[in-house]
């Protein structure tokens, strides 16, 4: 019996781009690229790391944009927190990292 292949992906190229740019950025910023990377090697082994998100609290906005079934947040040092939601099918399992912010904007957007 062979296990699933575990993947992780960025939810748009953006996203993605955004991602690298914070290597070459600020102190700060070098500071969450290296937290995020180690979130993408935290979900390479365990994809539901994260705490699951009751659907009552999923933004619209990405109910909408995504078709989600799930959503997972990752807290991340410094109050940041990395939203991502879990596919899967016979085969694999990938997570796709939607989005990261610091604990203030996630409030908003999660209407805390």
């Not at 690298?20 to 700060?28: A, S, V």
């Not at 109910?63 to 879990?86: G, H, S, V």
Request: glycine share 2%; no cysteine; hydrophobic share 40%.
């Amino acid at each position: 019996m062979s296990t699933k292949s575990i993947h992780v992906a960025f939810a748009t190229p953006l996203l993605e781009k955004n991602f690298e740019r914070l290597k070459q950025g600020t102190f700060e910023e070098q500071q969450l690229y290296a937290s995020l990377e180690h979130a993408i090697e935290i979900l390479k082994l365990n994809p539901m790391y994260g705490k699951k998100i009751p659907r009552r609290l999923w933004p619209r906005s990405y109910t909408k944009r995504y078709q989600l079934t799930n959503l997972w947040k990752y807290n991340l040092p410094k109050a940041w927190r990395m939203i991502y939601t879990i596919y899967e099918d016979k085969v694999m399992i990938l997570n796709v990292i939607l989005d990261w912010f610091p604990h203030k904007e996630y409030e908003r957007v999660f209407n805390y």
